[in-house]
């Protein structure tokens, strides 16, 4: 998926490793071919590092806040207020039936007065059931015998707005709801018509057997959607995180680069009809914003029912009838969650912003889930931009195997301070680390009294400059090969790599390695051969 980044660490370009993945490849590697793609094997599989995007949440307040704002969470801490001091129950715990009415009227599910809609009670029914399983209320018995519910204690930190109470609660009640969504969607069609099981003895054994792995199925299926969804809203421009239910299906069906098949393409609609409920439920939660699919899509003739995923292009209010997903920040918030608990390294935009400059360039360069644009726009807002640009230039330098990407780095962070930043900039233009990527800034901030930098070290900063490029694209021979094209060999191969492999820089060899394997000219690249030959004798 667009987005991923893969560093290596260390000096050497002989020590590469494969490709990390994220949570989601790690379960759907045969679907999205990535054993291929990522040279891996079943082998291979258990060292590769899975790796979580960072995201971006807002602040465990206002989380609360939005929590608190889900009707169905609502509903179950205003009933639990209303089992003040205490209300009678059945048996199991339901509200007794003359209750059920007017608790539908206490959460706006129904008029004043009048008759109160079956539909009504049982959604009361099912607030007050996610109400006691959230602990809000608290099931006993009298000395007389009677079953009663009473407020349980998170029920006053929780309305009034303790994030941590509130938030905790929330997370409960979203993995309750995604265990039901699974639970109902793995209920076989017969058995859920007939509300019974399917039989007895060795039917209802095998009856059983299939429910469960039914089941396994469907929580496989929702688990790698919203992992999916968690990396797409990660990488979405704001504003775009609305996912359509079929290109969300097609992400778990279709192998990564591939043109959907007929096959395919009943698959992908198998996968949105069985996503479509589980996402409604989820929806009532705020884990999700969702358009379930059109119910009428389904009323056509049987020939036709497979149209759900098409080849024909649809306009935007007709796509929608298909299905729209959207994550919410409550949504990130709770997979995030659920991710830790697994054991996953599921950072947050910022994390390594908190320190000075030399904790954020080497944080960034070592950690692999990343997105450096952010971390650096994090450190850099609100700082005073000549002193910020000081502190990043002294933590650039350095010639550890992270050396190239810390001055690349520290070259983005200065277009981001802009040209406030250019006296800390000049200061630095004779120093042989910094000196030929502060005279490129400031030529390219419009300065016009740049003197050209001296032969050694300009070829220095060809080297390191490539170099931070290995570091940071993991060998992407497209880019890579875009970068040599650009190369200043200007039509003396052997002379300019006579000179390029006495350069004194951990990666010459590297480079030049790189660039007699994916120069385009064969003989320029027989010339770059020779020369990491050269530089690798000299060491």
Not at 293 to 307: C, K, M
Not at 426 to 454: F, H, I, K, N, S
Request: glycine share 8%.
């Amino acid at each position: 998926m667009a987005g991923r980044r893969r560093k290596n660490a260390g000096a050497s370009a002989d020590e590469g490793t494969a490709e990390t993945v994220l949570p989601a490849d790690l379960e759907l590697q045969d679907l999205y071919g990535a054993f291929a793609a990522h040279g891996l094997d079943d082998e291979d599989l258990d060292d590769a590092a899975v790796l979580v995007p960072p995201v971006k949440l807002p602040a465990e307040r206002e989380l609360a806040e939005q929590a608190k704002a889900v009707p169905m969470f609502g509903y179950a801490l205003a009933l639990a207020r209303w089992a003040a001091p205490h209300r009678a129950v059945d048996e199991f715990g339901d509200l007794v039936e003359e209750d059920r009415a007017p608790a539908a009227r206490l959460l706006g599910l129904a008029p004043a007065e009048g008759e109160v809609p079956e539909e009504a009670e049982v959604e009361a029914l099912r607030a007050w059931s996610l109400a006691c399983d959230l602990d809000l209320v608290e099931l006993g018995t009298t000395a007389e015998g009677e079953h009663v519910a009473v407020p349980g204690p998170d029920l006053e930190p929780a309305e009034q707005g303790d994030p941590e109470t509130v938030l905790e609660l929330w997370l409960t009640a979203a993995g309750i709801v995604r265990e039901l969504a699974v639970e109902a969607d793995s209920v076989p069609e017969e058995a859920e018509a007939e509300g019974e099981p399917a039989g007895e003895g060795e039917e209802d054994e095998d009856g059983l057997s299939e429910v469960e792995e039914a089941r396994d199925e469907a929580a496989e299926l929702l688990d790698e959607a919203l992992q999916v969804l968690y990396e797409t809203t990660a990488f979405a421009e704001p504003g775009n995180e609305t996912v359509p239910l079929g290109v969300l299906a097609a992400l778990l069906v279709v192998p990564e680069g591939e043109e959907p098949s007929e096959e395919l393409l009943g698959d992908i609609t198998d996968v949105m009809v069985a996503l479509d409920p589980m996402l409604g439920d989820l929806a009532e939660l705020g884990l999700l914003d969702y358009r379930p699919i059109d119910p009428e899509l389904f009323d056509e003739e049987d020939g036709e029912e497979s149209a759900v995923v098409g080849e024909e292009p649809l306009d935007e209010e007709e796509s929608a009838r298909f299905g729209l997903v959207r994550l919410t920040p409550l949504g990130q918030y709770g997979i995030r969650q659920w991710l830790l608990e697994d054991g996953y390294d599921a950072p947050l935009v910022g994390d390594l912003a908190k320190g000075d400059a030399a904790e954020l360039l080497r944080g960034v360069c070592e950690s692999a889930n990343v997105l450096p644009e952010e971390e650096l726009r994090v450190w850099t807002a609100g700082r005073e931009p000549l002193a910020a640009a000081r502190e990043l230039l002294a933590a650039a330098r350095g010639t550890d195997g992270y050396g190239p990407l810390r001055r690349m780095l520290c070259v983005s962070a200065l277009n981001l301070l802009g040209p406030d930043a250019a006296p800390a900039v000049r200061d630095v233009m004779d120093d042989p680390e910094l000196g030929g990527a502060a005279r490129a800034w400031l030529t390219a901030q419009g300065a016009t009294d740049v003197p050209v930098p001296d032969r050694a070290m300009a070829l220095w900063t060809v080297v390191d400059t490539f170099a931070a490029q290995l570091l940071d694209s993991g060998g992407d021979a497209e880019l890579l090969r875009e970068l040599i094209t650009d190369l200043p060999v200007n039509g003396d191969p052997a002379g300019w790599f006579g000179e390029l492999w006495r350069v004194d820089h951990p990666y010459t060899a590297d480079v030049l390695e790189a660039i007699g394997e994916l120069h385009p000219d064969r003989a320029l690249a027989k010339e770059a051969r020779k020369a990491a030959f050269k530089a690798r004798s000299r060491n």
